[in-house]
């Protein structure tokens, strides 16, 4: 399912209160002009609007080489929004922790992961994300 192309001028999906295209719009639009996420968490940000909007190419493009699935088809959900706990960031490694809420098949469910970001060339790409589950 593609979905259709949001408004510069929408609400950003990442629930920054930035315009879409003031802020992961930039890095969605700006990928293949050589315009990529200046942080971890905007690069987090940036993919949460990905999935959101389906943009499955963004999605790969950002994803680290080594741990690249390759191919990824993405499951039906419906995001509502999205909370980043912690970003922090120590010279070319990248932590954010964030809970992403969604339903699937009608059921309200939340993930809370903590994902890892490497920074090549200049250009932070994700690597891979922990589950954290409820203690």
Known sequence: MVKTPLSANASCPCCSGVRYGLCCGLWHAGLHQGHFAPTPEALMRSRYSAYVLQLV???????????????????????????????????????????AKYKENGRAL????????????????YIDGHIQTAS
């Open 57 to 99: 190419d963004y999605l790969l493009a950002t994803w680290h080489p080594s741990t690249s699935p390759g191919d990824l088809d993405l499951p039906m959900v419906d995001w509502k929004g999205l909370e980043v706990l912690n970003a922090a960031t120590n010279q070319d490694a990248g932590v954010v922790e964030f809970v």
């Open 110 to 125: 939340r993930l809370h992961e903590v994902s890892r970001f490497t920074q090549v060339l200049g250009r932070w790409l």
